[in-house]
């Protein structure tokens, strides 16, 4: 039993009374013996309680009930009940209660010597259905959420040996699937190998294709993929390596940049690469990106974490990377490490010039690895890239877990957040870490963790995933679809290109209807439905349609809003629209 300071002064009272009656033999009289009972019947403004008298301390009970308030140790100076008097169980009606709100409760007892107190209970008030204008406040947050389409070494796409058609029917269902799982954006590689997945007069036709690099395989993947995109409400993003060629011990095709110059080229550990340093290798690779976004109709360019080599940065073998006579010419009094740097970040600069100049509507996107350090490693500044805004996007390849003894996810992350100068990032995650014994704490749970923790910051704007083969048809796949993307996302704003933006739809209902005016240059309406964040005052907005319609009919008990969209530039809401 629990009793306050001024409760010891009655109890002294009392016990010097008694000690007075007891020289005549009287029975002592103490305050009461209480307990409080469990709240019950909690509505957003009632509740029920009450207590349970065991003792009346040799006095009769002359007041019980119970007492609350929001603060702790409530007293009857406060709110109470008055439930009669006696000994025994009671039962207290509470009412007046504010909806949503945490309340301290005790029972108490009255007797000629004093109040008695029970142990303290707590309990939290029902939240109102309707979304509160004045106290609480909509999260809408637009999400990044990307899958890497992979075709080097066929993981995910092309299968080998099949034919032109049976590839061309797995690239549309694959993308379809996505879809399902509520991705937006298609990472397609086009690029694995200086060669192509698409039409090019600069470069041969995959060898992942046919198994001959240089063979026709009778369709154009980029333009298939980018067509099953753009109809499913996706965007592609092209995702080229710049400078790596592949295995050593592949056979080239005729018209493949390293045979046709083979000056061009460096072997390194079993591995042939473009030279970073050369000046022909730089106007190369922007000839293959203009004639990628002069022919095709790509949302983005995509670059990878792969550079220089790993391992060419190194003090004891500096040249084992062989670019030496290059250096030797281009080096400009630098040292090899800054040099090739520098090569690096006038690439980066000079690709997002160009990509702006052809269409400023196509985004660039580099996904370095995860950690700055590490990306240092293969001469790729990202922290430089951001300062100097040569990118729309970052997606640094975060594939480690929280509390990670050297790579934290919760501190690379924060790292990325904190260094981003106003550009998106968008983390990726090892979905191929999930079920491998080797990861134990990669789980379901993990991953929604991680992004949960980039939900929360500022710059962090949805995640990209590594890599598709991974959630087609497992438990990650479902968890993804129930869980981590239970609703469509529109696409947060990046780069610098803007259109005009809508003005407010404005919203009425008639019954559960709800309905909007048309807006000058909306070319789409997105209703969404408001999910309490647990019991807080924030509300999630989940979207529930997004198409040309101007009407929905909504759920009682929800509440609603819409706004209108114009490609990636987004309105503004007029209110919440609650369904009684």
């Given at each position: 039993?629990?009793?306050?300071?001024?409760?010891?002064?009655?109890?002294?009272?009392?016990?010097?009374?008694?000690?007075?009656?007891?020289?005549?033999?009287?029975?002592?009289?103490?305050?009461?013996?209480?307990?409080?009972?469990?709240?019950?019947?909690?509505?957003?403004?009632?509740?029920?309680?009450?207590?349970?008298?065991?003792?009346?301390?040799?006095?009769?009970?002359?007041?019980?009930?119970?007492?609350?308030?929001?603060?702790?140790?409530?007293?009857?100076?406060?709110?109470?009940?008055?439930?009669?008097?006696?000994?025994?169980?009671?039962?207290?009606?509470?009412?007046?209660?504010?909806?949503?709100?945490?309340?301290?409760?005790?029972?108490?007892?009255?007797?000629?010597?004093?109040?008695?107190?029970?142990?303290?209970?707590?309990?939290?008030?029902?939240?109102?259905?309707?979304?509160?204008?004045?106290?609480?406040?909509?999260?809408?947050?637009?999400?990044?959420?990307?899958?890497?389409?992979?075709?080097?070494?066929?993981?995910?796409?092309?299968?080998?040996?099949?034919?032109?058609?049976?590839?061309?029917?797995?690239?549309?269902?694959?993308?379809?699937?996505?879809?399902?799982?509520?991705?937006?954006?298609?990472?397609?590689?086009?690029?694995?190998?200086?060669?192509?997945?698409?039409?090019?007069?600069?470069?041969?036709?995959?060898?992942?294709l046919t198994g001959i690099q240089g063979a026709d395989p009778g369709f154009?993947?980029?333009?298939?993929?980018?067509?099953?995109?753009?109809?499913?409400?996706?965007?592609?993003?092209?995702?080229?390596?710049?400078?790596?060629?592949?295995?050593?011990?592949?056979?080239?095709?005729?018209?493949?940049?390293?045979?046709?110059?083979?000056?061009?080229?460096?072997?390194?550990?079993?591995?042939?690469?473009?030279?970073?340093?050369?000046?022909?290798?730089?106007?190369?690779?922007?000839?293959?990106?203009?004639?990628?976004?002069?022919?095709?109709?790509?949302?983005?360019?995509?670059?990878?974490?792969?550079?220089?080599?790993?391992?060419?940065?190194?003090?004891?073998?500096?040249?084992?990377?062989?670019?030496?006579?290059?250096?030797?010419?281009?080096?400009?009094?630098?040292?090899?490490?800054?040099?090739?740097?520098?090569?690096?970040?006038?690439?980066?600069?000079?690709?997002?010039?160009?990509?702006?100049?052809?269409?400023?509507?196509?985004?660039?996107?580099?996904?370095?690895?995860?950690?700055?350090?590490?990306?240092?490693?293969?001469?790729?500044?990202?922290?430089?890239?951001?300062?100097?805004?040569?990118?729309?996007?970052?997606?640094?390849?975060?594939?480690?877990?929280?509390?990670?003894?050297?790579?934290?996810?919760?501190?690379?992350?924060?790292?990325?957040?904190?260094?981003?100068?106003?550009?998106?990032?968008?983390?990726?995650?090892?979905?191929?870490?999930?079920?491998?014994?080797?990861?134990?704490?990669?789980?379901?749970?993990?991953?929604?963790?991680?992004?949960?923790?980039?939900?929360?910051l500022n710059s962090v704007t949805g995640n990209c995933w590594f890599r598709?083969?991974?959630?087609?048809?497992?438990?990650?796949?479902?968890?993804?679809?129930?869980?981590?993307?239970?609703?469509?996302?529109?696409?947060?704003?990046?780069?610098?290109?803007?259109?005009?933006?809508?003005?407010?739809?404005?919203?009425?209902?008639?019954?559960?209807?709800?309905?909007?005016?048309?807006?000058?240059?909306?070319?789409?309406?997105?209703?969404?439905?408001?999910?309490?964040?647990?019991?807080?005052?924030?509300?999630?907005?989940?979207?529930?349609?997004?198409?040309?319609?101007?009407?929905?009919?909504?759920?009682?008990?929800?509440?609603?809003?819409?706004?209108?969209?114009?490609?990636?530039?987004?309105?503004?809401?007029?209110?919440?629209?609650?369904?009684?």
């Amino acid at each position: 039993m629990k009793i306050n300071s001024s409760v010891y002064s009655l109890l002294l009272a009392g016990l010097l009374i008694s000690s007075i009656i007891s020289c005549q033999k009287d029975p002592i009289m103490v305050i009461p013996k209480i307990t409080v009972t469990p709240v019950a019947s909690i509505t957003m403004t009632t509740a029920s309680s009450g207590g349970a008298i065991s003792s009346d301390g040799g006095s009769a009970i002359t007041a019980r009930g119970v007492c609350w308030s929001t603060s702790q140790i409530p007293t009857i100076s406060g709110n109470k009940t008055t439930d009669g008097s006696g000994i025994g169980s009671f039962t207290s009606s509470i009412t007046g209660l504010t909806p949503g709100t945490k309340y301290y409760l005790r029972a108490y007892a009255t007797n000629a010597v004093g109040t008695a107190y029970s142990d303290q209970a707590t309990f939290t008030t029902v939240n109102s259905p309707e979304y509160n204008p004045s106290t609480e406040q909509v999260l809408l947050k637009h999400e990044f959420r990307a899958a890497w389409l992979t075709t080097v070494g066929n993981y995910d796409w092309p299968q080998k040996n099949a034919t032109g058609e049976s590839q061309r029917a797995a690239l549309i269902a694959m993308i379809e699937r996505l879809k399902v799982l509520n991705f937006n954006v298609v990472l397609f590689h086009a690029r694995p190998s200086s060669d192509a997945f698409y039409r090019s007069n600069l470069v041969p036709w995959s060898m992942y294709l046919t198994g001959i690099q240089g063979a026709d395989p009778g369709f154009d993947p980029l333009a298939v993929a980018i067509q099953a995109c753009h109809e499913r409400g996706m965007e592609l993003h092209a995702w080229l390596n710049p400078y790596r060629i592949g295995a050593s011990t592949n056979t080239l095709a005729s018209n493949h940049p390293a045979v046709i110059h083979p000056d061009w080229a460096i072997e390194y550990s079993g591995n042939r690469y473009l030279n970073p340093g050369l000046p022909e290798v730089k106007t190369h690779l922007q000839d293959v990106i203009r004639e990628i976004i002069n022919n095709y109709n790509v949302d983005g360019i995509h670059f990878d974490d792969y550079f220089y080599p790993s391992g060419a940065k190194s003090t004891t073998t500096p040249f084992g990377f062989n670019d030496k006579p290059t250096f030797d010419t281009y080096g400009g009094g630098l040292t090899i490490d800054d040099w090739r740097e520098k090569n690096v970040n006038d690439m980066v600069r000079d690709v997002n010039l160009l990509i702006k100049s052809l269409n400023p509507k196509v985004v660039f996107g580099i996904s370095p690895q995860g950690k700055q350090e590490n990306s240092m490693t293969v001469y790729a500044d990202a922290t430089e890239w951001l300062q100097k805004k040569w990118l729309d996007y970052l997606a640094p390849q975060i594939y480690w877990q929280i509390g990670h003894a050297t790579a934290d996810f919760d501190m690379v992350i924060k790292y990325w957040n904190s260094n981003s100068n106003g550009v998106p990032i968008i983390p990726g995650l090892a979905a191929y870490k999930y079920g491998d014994p080797a990861y134990p704490f990669y789980t379901l749970q993990e991953i929604q963790n991680e992004v949960n923790l980039g939900r929360t910051l500022n710059s962090v704007t949805g995640n990209c995933w590594f890599r598709v083969a991974y959630f087609l048809n497992n438990s990650l796949g479902t968890y993804i679809e129930s869980t981590v993307y239970p609703s469509p996302s529109l696409l947060p704003k990046l780069g610098n290109f803007s259109e005009p933006v809508p003005a407010s739809p404005q919203t009425s209902i008639n019954l559960k209807t709800i309905s909007w005016n048309a807006v000058t240059n909306a070319k789409l309406y997105a209703v969404y439905e408001l999910v309490r964040d647990g019991s807080t005052l924030n509300w999630n907005a989940h979207s529930c349609q997004i198409s040309t319609a101007l009407s929905f009919t909504g759920t009682s008990n929800k509440n609603y809003l819409v706004i209108a969209v114009n490609g990636k530039e987004k309105s503004g809401y007029d209110k919440v629209i609650y369904v009684p």
